[in-house]
């Protein structure tokens, strides 16, 4: 069984710092590209960050770049988002996601991949 669960969420001042970690399970974690995505109250999901476990290809949303890292630990089967200087427009529940990935071509992890496993969401306040 698939599991992906997500820890690190909570409230934080405005420039602060949180790390968000997703511990995956039940599946091959280096054949699978990672994803954190997160969505506000009346907004859509969005894609904040990804990796590949094969070959640790990143991608970043231009909001968030400069700002966060997102980085993959395959002893661990963890990937972790850490999150610096961080807005109130950071706001809203973050899910880690899953998909099977194991080449990257041309570099890149477009945002259009449909990811098939979630989990169940960490909430993340930044107070102005």
């Known amino acids: 069984e698939v599991q992906l669960v997500e820890s690190g969420g909570g409230l934080v001042q405005a420039g602060g710092s949180l790390t968000l970690s997703c511990a995956a399970s039940g599946f091959i974690f280096g054949d699978y590209a990672m994803a954190w995505f997160r969505q506000a109250p009346g907004k859509e999901r969005e894609g904040v960050a990804c990796i590949s476990n094969s070959d640790g290809t990143t991608n970043y949303v231009d909001s968030v770049k400069g700002r966060f890292t997102i980085s993959s630990d395959s002893a661990k089967n963890t990937v972790t988002l850490q999150m610096n200087s961080l807005k109130p427009e950071d706001t809203a529940v973050y899910y880690c996601?899953?998909?099977?990935?194991?080449?990257?071509?041309?570099?890149?992890?477009?945002?259009?991949?449909?990811?098939?496993?979630w989990g169940q969401g960490t909430q993340v306040t930044v107070s102005s």
């Open positions: 996601a899953a998909v099977y990935l194991p080449l990257v071509l041309h570099g890149l992890i477009p945002w259009t991949i449909k990811y098939e496993y």
